[in-house]
């Protein structure tokens, strides 16, 4: 089977066109969450903050996600997938240009305004967008098909870091970076407006998922029918507010693990292209330093979040789906282990490879989770969503036993995390009643 047809509909209509600009919205959010988990070490050295207290940026980010959820489904509703697209464009580019006056505010509660903005912004997207790209195509490549667009995602992830390490950090000191934080923000913000008018122009259909449970039909007869009464929808809010709390915690104390825990370089490798000024000398040893951290985060760590995001699509057009979500989720929880046993290299690794088996898990728990759901699908999607304030709560945890103890033993947060989601991944099948989620065998010309 060709790989046009994870695109083309029962009637014929071909969406390949479609996916791909709408897959640019994926790419714009990864690109915003990667310059966000590059933030926290900036205002550490700027204020003067504690892990614990620097995580206050993972609460905004993720508190607008909260305080938008619902509304974005409504927004979904009332204007349809086109007109909700365009409304969470305009409200991140109102958050990009904050930051100008942010910037000679030059308090932390301005900076965490316009990341809770951007964040409010970046949910209307996420709600509308993500259901979306499971809807142009046959069900049976749903979970494929959102994988695919989270592909585009994980090029965003990659360039975020790397951006925001070139503007946050400074060899020229934390008050130069301050003063050019605004930079990469009014550029979102000019991007995003071209953006919403290139999507106001656009033919952009709306289309429903089939409703297997039959909730279109439930609730225009009664009030009885919800969609909390479905154990794999409810399950799958559970399991995106502990994978959100792992992820968050995990990218946003990157840099605090790699500077803290990190074994020495030798001197060659400090003074080579790669490392030269992204290294310290301390104590007598070279060490990597913030912007060898955000450097690594955008060459090594995300580039793997992005190749686990395009082998998961080849993955889930042969394997089912909750199996794949099972089997990633139980590799992480061994990998966490690694890193809290403070193995040197090894445990260092172990970090880089979380970020591989992370990879599937956003999409893939939201296409499980709205399965089915019909119309209903956008509420469900909201809700799902709404679970991003995992990244809000958690964090703060991990920083605080970082500040206690160690960034290795803060770990446990995000191990604890993925047994969670591993056990609902092996579960889906039972809580669901179904196994039309995959497997789908693609076979190229």
């Not at 709408?22 to 990864?30: A, E, I, N, R, Y």
């Not at 991140?92 to 240009?97: H, K, L």
């Not at 550029?187 to 290139?198: C, E, F, G, N, Q």
Request: aromatic content about 16%; hydrophobic content about 50%; some cysteine.
């Amino acid at each position: 089977m060709s790989l046009s047809k994870m695109f083309r509909s029962e009637d014929g209509k071909n969406y390949a066109i479609t996916f791909g600009l709408v897959s640019t919205l994926f790419l714009l959010w990864g690109l915003c969450n990667g310059m966000i988990d590059v933030m926290d070490k900036h205002f550490q050295d700027y204020l003067h903050l504690t892990k614990s207290q620097s995580a206050w940026v993972q609460f905004a980010h993720y508190l607008g996600y909260f305080l938008m959820a619902l509304p974005a489904s409504w927004l979904a509703k009332k204007l349809g997938y086109k007109g909700g697209i365009i409304s969470g464009l305009l409200l991140v580019s109102i958050g990009g240009f904050w930051f100008i006056p942010a910037t000679y505010i030059s308090t932390f509660w301005a900076f965490l305004l316009g990341v809770c903005i951007i964040a409010m912004g970046l949910t209307v997207l996420e709600t509308v967008a993500n259901p979306y790209t499971t809807v142009l195509g046959p069900k049976n490549y749903s979970a494929a098909r959102i994988n695919f667009a989270q592909s585009f995602n994980g090029i965003g992830w990659i360039f975020g870091p790397i951006v925001g390490g070139i503007f946050f950090y400074s060899s020229e000191g934390v008050e130069v970076a301050q003063s050019r934080l605004y930079i990469p923000y009014l550029t979102v913000a000019i991007i995003v407006l071209v953006m919403a008018a290139i999507f106001y122009f656009s033919n952009i259909p709306d289309i429903n998922t089939e409703d297997e449970y039959k909730l279109d039909i439930q609730n225009s007869n009664s009030n009885k029918s919800s969609i909390w009464s479905h154990a794999h929808f409810v399950g799958a809010v559970i399991a995106q507010f502990v994978y959100v709390a792992a992820q968050a915690g995990i990218f946003s104390f990157f840099i605090n693990y790699i500077i803290e825990e990190m074994p020495a370089i030798s001197q060659e490798l400090s003074k080579s292209w790669l490392f030269n000024e992204r290294s310290i000398l301390k104590e007598g040893a070279y060490f990597v330093n913030e912007k060898g951290a955000t450097f690594l985060l955008g060459t090594i760590g995300f580039p793997l979040f992005l190749l686990g995001r395009v082998t998961g699509t080849v993955i889930l057009r042969k394997i089912k789906a909750h199996k794949v979500l099972g089997l990633y989720a139980l590799f992480n929880v061994i990998v966490c282990s690694i890193v809290i046993l403070k193995l040197g290299w090894f445990s260092v690794a172990a970090v880089f490879v979380s970020f591989f088996f992370m990879s599937i898990m956003f999409p893939t728990i939201f296409a499980l989770g709205i399965h089915g759901l019909g119309i209903q699908a956008k509420k469900a999607s909201g809700f799902i969503v709404m679970a991003i304030m995992g990244g809000a709560i958690m964090p703060k945890l991990m920083g605080h036993l970082g500040d206690v103890y160690n960034m290795s033993v803060s770990f446990l947060m995000p191990m604890t995390c993925f047994a969670i989601i591993s056990v609902y991944g092996f579960m889906w099948a039972k809580l669901s009643k179904s196994e039309n989620v995959n497997p789908v065998v693609l076979k190229g010309h």
